[in-house]
């Protein structure tokens, strides 16, 4: 259990709220969900789950500069393929004609004043935490003409970032949040995804998010550790128009009251967790797109084979605390291994083939071996594997010298199965011009055929095959760390150069024929190699595998 389970459990034992449980999931459609939002995900629809609650979709669409619909349609896709059902879907641009009379409300009752004042002058007054800030000229003008201004600014009178909507506060407060910060902003020059050219005037975060909570009736209101520091604004905010100034906002009455909790950030070693900085690589070029497999976006992971089952276990597993800290790629990846390990086909792929002839295996003869999909596991199902004189093994599997520790293919004539078939001893290779070696030659033994009689003499070594003339070319895209270094954010280079020059290499391998059947999103494991999925670009003329990761880490 988390704490913010056993706070939960609490306050259902406490009655708080009349034990009413509703949680939600504040995305910022100004980009794709990445596997941090997932670790907020698990948590908010987590809770509302396990303790018979709802959790409710909330698209803090409060900035419209960047925001856009192709990302509140990712959103639902990717919650919705990662196993999670939302209650209901709402916008916090519902809430804009709420939060603007709100905010008369305020100016009315001398809680906010307009400030004419640019941004620069306005964060100079600040302060520090230790020193108080300065007044603004402009906060104590009267009522009736913060009134008509705030109505000037939204009739669109006035040019972006002449005047802002301040709350007035606490100019001394040692929380900085208190100095009056800005509630509202012009913006006249972008049209909003949903309410276009209706507004001009648009709540900042803190006088949207805890408003929203509380019309919408959220009892935990769970965020990142960042916002610890603006916790006391959302109660201030909240305590304005609740308990004894109930104003009717909320449909559950006088004593209903949102708070919120907060865990720490997710972060990854060799990648980036920002929206801003992922967008930045989209738009660069640097990366194909948001669901480059690269990527630590959900539709990245799912493209590199991640499976949903696979990106919750890893959340289980690194659980939520209230201290920051970054977690082992290596982790994830283990994740997936452990994941896909006893559940995905093993089958041969050969990275970098050389033709194989058994000298002594009939002309012309072709015979089908049935291999398991997993040795063992025969609920798994078997698959079809032609055999004949002619395969193509990995080049790395013969060695024309040999040496005592080699135990695969060598003229020393040591004993080798070839996977699921028979055992083969070679004899010798042929070379070209350069030397290359071109064929690697060898006998069989007839009776050494897996599940035969014959088949369990042992060897000290396996090795992989597809037969030459049934073998299929296939793309295979070999992904690996994004960036070369281990925490890109905290390097003082900017992030763009820090990018691993060698996350992406293709090459073109040998394959069995039972994957031409292979669909977009079936995973499998190369032996030998590592998990593969089918890449959402691969069609039956052009197969094209992914490598989510290698059988082991690598470091
Ligand atoms: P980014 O900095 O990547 O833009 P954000 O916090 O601005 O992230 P939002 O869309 O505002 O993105 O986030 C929605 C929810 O997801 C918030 O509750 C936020 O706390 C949570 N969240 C975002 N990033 C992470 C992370 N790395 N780990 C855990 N939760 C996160
Ligand atoms: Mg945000």
């Known amino acids: 259990m988390n704490f913010i389970e056993e706070i939960v459990e609490k306050d259902i034992q406490e009655k708080k709220n009349d034990s009413r449980i509703q949680t939600r999931f504040p995305p910022e459609p100004n980009g794709y969900l990445h596997i941090g939002h997932v670790k907020a995900i698990c948590m908010d629809f987590g809770i509302a789950e396990k303790y018979g609650g709802v959790c409710n979709l909330r698209f803090d669409d409060t900035n419209p500069v960047k925001e856009d619909v192709e990302y509140v349609d990712s959103i639902m896709h990717d919650i919705s393929w990662l196993g999670f059902r939302w209650g209901k879907v709402f916008y916090a641009s519902d809430y804009f004609e709420q939060l603007y009379n709100l905010a008369i409300r305020f100016i009315k009752d001398g809680l906010a004043y307009v400030d004419e004042q640019t941004a620069e002058q306005i964060a100079e007054q600040k302060g520090t935490p230790t020193e108080p800030g300065k007044p603004s000229p402009y906060r104590d003008r009267p009522i009736e003409e913060n009134l008509r201004l705030f109505e000037a600014m939204q009739a669109g009178e006035i040019p972006d970032g002449k005047m802002v909507l301040r709350a007035k506060i606490d100019m001394a407060n040692p929380n900085m949040h208190f100095r009056d910060p800005i509630i509202y902003r012009i913006i006249t020059n972008h049209p909003h995804h949903r309410t276009g050219r209706k507004w001009n005037v648009y709540p900042m975060y803190d006088f949207a998010h805890g408003q929203s909570d509380y019309f919408e009736g959220v009892t935990h209101s769970i965020c990142t550790l960042e916002f610890v520091v603006h916790r006391p604004l959302y ?107 006893e559940k995905v086909p093993r089958v041969c792929a050969i990275f970098d083939p050389v033709k194989l002839v058994i000298t002594n295996y009939p002309n012309g003869q072709k015979e089908n071996i049935i291999a398991e999909n997993i040795d063992g596991k025969s609920e798994l199902g078997t698959r079809v594997m032609p055999f004949g004189k002619e395969l193509w093994i990995e080049r790395g599997d013969f060695q024309e010298e040999g040496d005592k520790n080699f135990y695969r293919l060598s003229p020393m004539g040591r004993e080798v199965r070839l996977k699921s078939a028979y055992i083969v001893q070679a004899t010798g290779c042929e070379k070209d011009a350069e030397g290359n070696i071109t064929t690697v030659f060898a006998t069989y033994d007839p009776d050494t055929k897996s599940g035969t009689e014959g088949g369990t003499r042992k060897t000290k070594a396996t090795i992989n095959w597809v037969e030459y003339e049934a073998a299929l070319d296939a793309e295979v895209r070999l992904y690996d760390r994004l960036f070369a270094v281990e925490n890109p954010s905290a390097d ?34 190369f032996l030998k190699q590592g998990y593969f999925v089918v890449d959402d670009d691969s069609t039956a003329e052009h197969l094209i595998f992914n490598r989510t990761t290698s059988l082991k880490g690598t470091k």
């Open 235 to 341: 109660d201030w905010f909240i305590d304005q128009f609740s308990g004894d100034k109930f104003l009717g906002l909320s449909p559950y009455g006088r004593d209903y009251r949102p708070h919120q909790y907060e865990f720490n950030r997710l972060n990854i070693t060799y990648t980036v967790m920002s929206k801003r900085k992922m967008l930045q690589l989209v738009q660069e070029g640097l990366v194909a797109g948001w669901d480059d497999p690269r990527m630590p976006t959900v539709c990245g992971l799912r493209r590199r084979g991640y499976t949903a089952e696979a990106i919750r276990a890893f959340i289980d597993k690194i659980g939520y605390t209230k201290v920051e800290g970054t977690i082992d790629l290596g982790l994830l990846e283990h994740t997936v291994r452990e994941e896909l390990k």
């Open 492 to 525: 003082e280079r900017d992030f763009r150069e820090l990018l691993n020059p060698d996350s992406l290499k293709v090459i073109t391998a040998k394959v069995e024929p039972s994957l031409a059947k292979a669909e977009t999103q079936d995973h499998f494991q």
